[in-house]
C-alpha cells in the first residue's frame, strides 16, 4: 500500500513490562526508520534499516531497545522493561533513498505507568 | 554534526496573511531539506523537500521554501494562510548518501487567527 502502517495505534504498560510496536512499510521501500517524539516536540533519531539490515543504530538504548525487520513480517520495536520515561509517541518511517523523502506512519502512543 | 534550528517556537498571523516559518540549519557536507507539517495526533506530512536541485521549492498546499546557501536558511512561506494551516511544522535536514537519518528543528507551532 501507499501508506506506512503501524499498530497498536495505543499502548499502555506497567513500569518493567515489555511493549512492542509493529511497523509495515511501503512496498518497495528500502530503508525504515524508528523516531521517537517525546515532551511535546522533540524528535529523537532510534534505528534505520536498509532491507532487513540495520544501517544506523547510534540513537538506540541498547539496553533495553532491540529492533528488527525480517523479511515478509512487519518491522518491529521492542522494549524490554519499561521505565516511564519511554512515554512518548514512536513513529516509523520508510524511504526509497534519502532524497525521496520519507513517509511517516501515524505512530504508536507508548504511555507507561 | 548536522543541526536544525527553527526560530520561534509559536507564530500567529490572520488568516489571509503572509506565512513565514524560519529554518537555519548546519551540515558539512551538501544537505537534503525537508518540512514537514504534522496536525494533532497526527503522524508528519510532507511539504516539500529540496535535494540539490532548484533552489525554490514548491511543495503541497501552497508552500514553498527557498534554500540560500550563503544564508545556511530554508525558510518555509506561504502567501496567504487558512485556517486549516493551523499545525506544528518541522524543518529537517539529512545528510544525503552519508546517512539517511533526519535530524529535525524543535517545530514551530502556527496559530491562524480569522
Known amino acids: 500500500g501507499e501508506e506506512v502502517a503501524q499498530t497498536p495505534k495505543h499502548l499502555v504498560r506497567g513500569e518493567g513490562q515489555k511493549a512492542k510496536l509493529y511497523c509495515a512499510p511501503i512496498?518497495?521501500?528500502?530503508?525504515v526508520f524508528w523516531y521517537q517524539q517525546v515532551l511535546k516536540n522533540e524528535f529523537k533519531f532510534l534505528i534505520s534499516?536498509?532491507?532487513?539490515?540495520?544501517?544506523?543504530e547510534t540513537g538506540m538504548p541498547k539496553e533495553r531497545f532491540s529492533a528488527k525487520c525480517l523479511p515478509n513480517s512487519p518491522c518491529s520495536l521492542e522494549i524490554q522493561a519499561t521505565k516511564l520515561e519511554d512515554s512518548a509517541v514512536y513513529f516509523c518511517?520508510?524511504?526509497?533513498?534519502?532524497?525521496?523523502?520519507?513517509?511517516f506512519g501515524s505512530g504508536t502512543r507508548l504511555t507507561v505507568v | 554534526a548536522q543541526s536544525v534550528t527553527q526560530l520561534g517556537s509559536h507564530v500567529s498571523v490572520s488568516e489571509g496573511a503572509l506565512v513565514l516559518l524560519r529554518c537555519n540549519y548546519s551540515?558539512?557536507?551538501?544537505?537534503?531539506l525537508f518540512w514537514y507539517v504534522q496536525y494533532p495526533n497526527q503522524g508528519l506530512q510532507l511539504l516539500l523537500k529540496?535535494?540539490?536541485?532548484?533552489?525554490l521549492v514548491k511543495g503541497i498546499n501552497g508552500f514553498e521554501a527557498e534554500f540560500k546557501k550563503s544564508e545556511t536558511s530554508f525558510h518555509l512561506t506561504k502567501p496567504s494562510a487558512h485556517m486549516s494551516d493551523a499545525a506544528e511544522y518541522f524543518c529537517?535536514?539529512?545528510?544525503?548518501?552519508?546517512?539517511?537519518?533526519?535530524?529535525f528543528g524543535s517545530g514551530t507551532r502556527l496559530l491562524v487567527r480569522p
Open positions: 518511517a520508510s524511504s526509497q533513498s534519502s532524497g525521496s523523502g520519507y513517509t
Open positions: 512496498k518497495g521501500h528500502s530503508y
Open positions: 534499516f536498509q532491507n532487513e539490515n540495520v544501517f544506523d
Open positions: 551540515s558539512s557536507v551538501p544537505p537534503y
Open positions: 529540496y535535494t540539490s536541485a532548484a533552489t
Open positions: 529537517a535536514v539529512s545528510e544525503g548518501d552519508s546517512s539517511y537519518k533526519l535530524i
